[in-house]
């Protein structure tokens, strides 16, 4: 018959495990110290590189790039205040700003052919275009773009990114939600040369033609896409943001 530990060595088994859970929170508490140290070492290294490399990430968009994704690595978002050291050293966060309302002109200006929907690298070029070749004017990448429209989000849903098969993306500029058909149908369109069909979506999607056509005219409505009915036996519906872009 096993023996029943006494009160004693439950006590003393409560003393030891006591013991333990104070040395693991004064280890806890010491790496916590030393991460916060290291922390804020990288933060003043990050400063002073970005003293030192100021003239680059004001006018190289690649050297600007990697010194984005450097800050995030370890927490900082430069362009999370117009004001504060990054706003007043680099001018970082007043570029992306000022880029993001020169993005909502162009995307506004453009909608009556766009629909609102354009890709990346044609709004690319119609920046660079508005914003001319004055010396004052920073290059931008599609990355810096990107980054811009990510501050539009305090719009609400109007400035949304649309990501493609092939990498590229589609930024689109009024109000709403693409559904997940919506964007499958965008995607093939890109692959297509910028239209699809009825055939081309049962044949190659496995769609019914009530998806594809509820899908469809949902596209037409919002302004998304054309449909052509001349010259063949079935309707094509084309999509200006892709096939314009792809005949550049």
Known sequence: MRRRAGVGAIHKKKLEDGKYKDKS?????????????QLETFRANLEEFA????????????FRKHFQDMCATIGVDPLASGKGFWSEMLGVGDFYYELGVQIVEVCMATSHRTGGLMEL????????????????????????????????????????VIP???????????PGEFSMDQTAILQ??????????????????????DRSQRALDQLIKEGFAWIDTQGTSEASYWFPSIFTSSME
């Open 25 to 37: 929170n004064v280890l806890a508490e010491h790496q916590l110290s030393e991460m916060s140290r």
């Open 51 to 62: 003293r030192d490399h100021k003239a680059e990430i004001k006018k190289d968009p690649a």
């Open 164 to 174: 493609l098969n092939s990498g590229r993306y589609l930024v689109q500029s009024i």
């Open 121 to 160: 690298s044609d709004l690319r070029k119609k920046l660079v275009k508005a914003r001319g070749k004055s010396r004052h004017h920073q290059e931008i990448s599609n990355d810096d773009l990107l980054r811009a429209i990510k501050k539009l989000k305090v719009l609400g849903n109007g400035f949304t």
């Open 188 to 209: 093939k369109a890109e692959s297509t040369s910028g239209y699809v069909s009825l055939t081309i979506l049962r044949e190659e999607m496995g769609w019914n033609n």
